[in-house]
């Protein structure tokens, strides 16, 4: 198939058109929002929190509420390893790639391009374009990341020691939590204890079957219901404070900062360029085996605007403050349109039969 086809093909397929439609829209009419007055600057704070603390756990926790897959129960173990990997690979390469930046300014870039906002940002995008198998590895990438941005991030940012308390943030998460309940429930399914229930199949037939007591969506579907509609809250919530976000920033401080711009080149096309690439060979020759949605998820979440949690350190501790805001305004707007652009690339090497 011709280059050209590819492309018709993928720009044609209605589903992938959607997700990222529905992505780039919600945020400007959360950008128009907040333009008009119609959220208050109270407004983009509410709607996050209520998605890092609310709806990424449940859409997280829900993700697990299906049959064991051996394929994927390896393709997610190859995630979590690569989801440590990436990090420690990306701690040495910020060390080249800002070796001309000294002091502050060197550490805030390093920090914030290494570590994305891929709760908040990643998850919502990877749950519309790849469904739930998307959810299930972004969550377990996740794992490594927080280990790292709690304690590494905060070691370098306050210039301390890592402090126990810093250990509640990383285990006590609510996505953490979940998401760990819900990986030990998908795993170790086969070993609990079950109860008769009866479901309707795919095709809408009822049929009997055992269940494991801690399968919400078998057991207690009301639960898994209710967990259901909160989840879907995540995506078109995270978007609209995005865009609320965006619409209260001071552009022309942002725009006019040639470091910022450089960060941006760094975060958005050579860490997701690098990751992409690495993790196509891991996985060709057979060390960490990952399929398109692996592969699609991690380069999405290294493609996404750095973290809150970085940006509120270096704020915190009065490290180049005013450029760690302007790097979140900017790398916002440039991941809105580096990432769909990602996800055609892996449209692409998908059709391709690269990954």
């Not at 349109?337 to 055609?344: E, G």
Request: proline fraction near 4%; charge should be positive; hydrophobic fraction near 50%.
């Amino acid at each position: 198939m011709s280059i050209g086809k590819i492309l018709i093909s993928t720009f044609t397929n209605m589903n992938f058109i959607s997700a990222i439609a529905s992505t780039i829209g919600i945020i400007l009419i959360g950008y128009i929002c907040r333009r008009k007055g119609i959220f208050n600057e109270y407004a983009s704070k509410v709607l996050s929190k209520t998605v890092l603390k609310l709806a990424i756990p449940c859409l997280a926790f829900n993700a697990f509420m299906k049959d064991l897959n051996t394929a994927q129960l390896n393709q997610s173990m190859s995630v979590l390893v690569w989801g440590f990997l990436v990090y420690i690979l990306f701690i040495l390469f910020t060390r080249v790639s800002y070796r001309k930046f000294q002091g502050d300014r060197q550490l805030v870039l390093r920090m914030l391009t290494i570590f994305g906002s891929t709760t908040f940002f990643g998850i919502p995008i990877v749950s519309a374009v790849y469904g739930s198998d998307g959810i299930i590895y972004a969550n377990i990438f996740n794992i490594g990341y927080r280990v790292f941005l709690y304690s590494y991030c905060y070691i370098m940012m306050s210039g301390l020691k890592f402090k126990k308390e810093n250990l509640k943030q990383i285990f006590l998460n609510p996505t953490i939590l979940f998401t760990i309940a819900g990986l030990l429930i998908w795993i170790f399914q086969s070993y609990l204890p079950t109860i008769t229930v009866e479901v309707v199949n795919k095709t809408g037939k009822a049929i009997v079957r055992q269940a494991p007591i801690l399968r919400t969506d078998l057991v207690l579907p009301p639960l898994y219901k209710i967990m259901g509609y909160l989840g879907g809250l995540s995506s078109p919530l995270a978007w609209l404070s995005i865009g609320a976000t965006l619409g209260a920033a001071k552009i022309d401080e942002a725009v006019t900062d040639r470091h910022v711009w450089y960060y941006s080149f760094n975060k958005m096309l050579l860490v997701p360029v690098i990751s992409l690439v690495i993790a196509i060979i891991l996985s060709s020759i057979g060390v960490m085996p990952m399929d398109y949605a692996a592969i699609g998820t991690t380069v999405v979440m290294m493609a996404t605007p750095p973290a809150a949690v970085a940006v509120s350190y270096a704020i915190g501790f009065d490290k180049e403050n005013k450029l760690a805001s302007n790097c979140s305004f900017i790398g916002t707007l440039v991941s809105t349109i580096a990432i769909p652009l990602w996800l055609v690339v892996i449209q692409v090497l998908q059709t391709v039969g690269i990954i």
